[in-house]
Nanobody, 117 residues
Framework: QVQLVESGGGLVQPGGSLRLSCAASGSIFRIDSMGWYRQGPGKQRELVAAIITSGGSTNYADSVKGRFTISRDNAKNTVYLQMNNLKPEDTAVYYC??????????WGQGTQVTVSS
């Protein structure tokens, strides 16, 4: 059993910052990649950012490039998403995702991020 525990969501004004964290625990063979997805109201879930645990290469959605930064702590099986200069269109439920070496996907429960004045 694998558990992903997310934290750090909340309400923030436009231009503000938040930092999301996701800690993975349980029977994890080996984590190959970690990432964040989001699903806004009436929208499909989309990739926000992802990072390869070996080497650290990253991938970002065009809409967040230059504003969001993904990082990880391999020793703690934890991934972070630093979100700066937040915009109302960033409002969504953010989900943590990991893919292990067996190509299994695991998801967190989601954390709400609301950007509003």
């Amino acid at each position: 059993q694998v558990q992903l525990v997310e934290s750090g969501g909340g309400l923030v004004q436009p231009g503000g910052s938040l930092r999301l964290s996701c800690a993975a625990s349980g029977s994890i063979f080996r984590i190959d990649s970690m990432g964040w997805y989001r699903q806004g109201p009436g929208k499909q879930r989309e990739l926000v950012a992802a990072i390869i645990t070996s080497g650290g290469s990253t991938n970002y959605a065009d809409s967040v490039k230059g504003r969001f930064t993904i990082s990880r702590d391999n020793a703690k099986n934890t991934v972070y998403l630093q979100m700066n200069n937040l915009k109302p269109e960033d409002t969504a439920v953010y989900y943590c995702n990991i893919v292990d070496a067996l190509y299994r996907n695991f998801w967190g429960q989601g954390t709400q991020v609301t950007v509003s004045s």
